[in-house]
């Protein structure tokens, strides 16, 4: 098939890198809202409203709103309000070329790694199976629901997945509810995305509703303290990060608060974000039996201190008859400096 087109019109150009990395996972809804953002971009009025979007594309304020949040968590839009909390702009920001994964986000209810050894499992139910739970009422409160949440006639596959989740992972349909508005809260209604997500919540023990908005709140936390460590702003924890965040607070077992004692030790040594530098800080105090942010900081006086004896030792006068003015040394920077040397400063950094 070829795609003609016959004499000139105006465009608007949409970055490759939003297509390849970002258009094919979000609801459609919220890519219809981010197109036509760019086209009034494009345009030279750029007054607009929230109710003037709405009415363009036939949607509600609220799905208008929903699409804006969603574009500006994963670092697409700038939102800024005035002082009565309304929206007062919003700033189309360049797309990373990077963010070409199919989820950008690494969510810590959704591991890539366990998702993808377990996706090779046969995810379907026996027609015997299916039979029953359509004649069970509960289980077709998911589907209503399910129906509900995505807007959309469940498909054979839908309610197979949901009856796996049921059957075979054990869900509560509570938790089943969950996971779909979950994932259509996040701009996600396919169904491979949901498999996935049901594959890693039942990979890392999440059975019941309450632990998964736990675990929900956790993750959200431990982005949230890491990124104000940092300074960082405008986009979210690309996958690789959240991967060494997710292995220095489980694997490495360091409480949230050493690992934001060790971004804050990274901005002070070299003033910018970087996670293999503070990698190379935790292990470090792994080795040293640290888990309190009192041990850490006890750890580094100790460093300066042990420091300032060896200058003083080295700074003794020869000869007593001799009086030379001390020197005034700034032990913090020479720690720092070292520290530096230590753990790689001069490598990479994210």
């Not at 009034?40 to 003037?52: E, T, W």
């Not at 190379?280 to 039996?289: A, F, P, Q």
């Amino acid at each position: 098939m070829v795609l003609l087109r016959s004499g000139r019109w105006k465009q608007t150009a949409v970055s490759n890198a939003f297509i390849d990395g970002y258009m094919a996972d979000a609801n459609g809804e919220f890519v219809k809202v981010y197109l036509y953002l760019l086209r009034l971009a494009d345009s030279r009025d750029g007054d607009f409203s929230v109710s003037f979007l709405a009415d363009k594309l036939n949607n509600t304020e609220k799905d208008v709103l929903r699409a804006l949040a969603y574009w500006e968590k994963l670092g697409l839009l700038r939102l800024e309000q005035a002082a009565d909390g309304k929206l007062s702009s919003v700033a189309m920001l360049e797309v990373p070329e990077q963010a070409g994964a199919e989820f950008p986000e690494r969510n810590v209810l959704e591991p890539a790694e366990a998702a993808a050894e377990l996706a090779e499992e046969e995810v379907s139910c026996s027609l015997d199976t299916l039979e029953r739970l359509q004649a069970d009422d509960d289980f077709q409160e998911v589907v209503f629901a399910a129906e509900r949440y995505l807007g959309r006639t469940l498909s054979a596959k839908d309610v197979e997945l949901f009856g796996y989740m049921r059957e075979t992972l054990h869900f509560p349909n509570d938790l089943i509810e969950y996971l779909i508005e979950y994932c259509v809260d996040g701009g996600h209604r396919s169904y491979r995305y949901m498999e996935k997500v049901a594959l890693g919540w039942h990979e890392d023990g999440i059975c019941t509703l309450r632990q998964a908005k736990e675990a929900n709140r956790a993750y959200k936390a431990e982005n949230k303290a890491v990124m104000k460590a940092f300074g960082i702003t405008g986009r979210i924890l690309a996958p690789e990060e959240r991967k060494l965040l997710e292995k220095w607070l489980r694997e490495d077992g360091m409480p949230l608060p050493v690992v934001v004692e060790a971004c804050g030790r990274t901005m002070k040594a070299i003033h910018s974000p970087s996670f293999e530098y503070t990698d190379r800080i935790i292990k470090d105090w792994k080795k040293e039996g640290i888990t309190t942010v009192e041990a850490a900081r006890a750890y580094y006086e100790k460093q300066k201190a042990e420091r300032r004896r060896g200058e003083k030792k080295a700074a003794a006068p020869a000869n007593r008859f001799h009086n030379f003015t001390q020197r005034d040394t700034d032990y913090d920077a020479l720690l720092m400096q070292e520290e530096k040397e230590l753990y790689g400063a001069d490598k990479s950094t994210v």
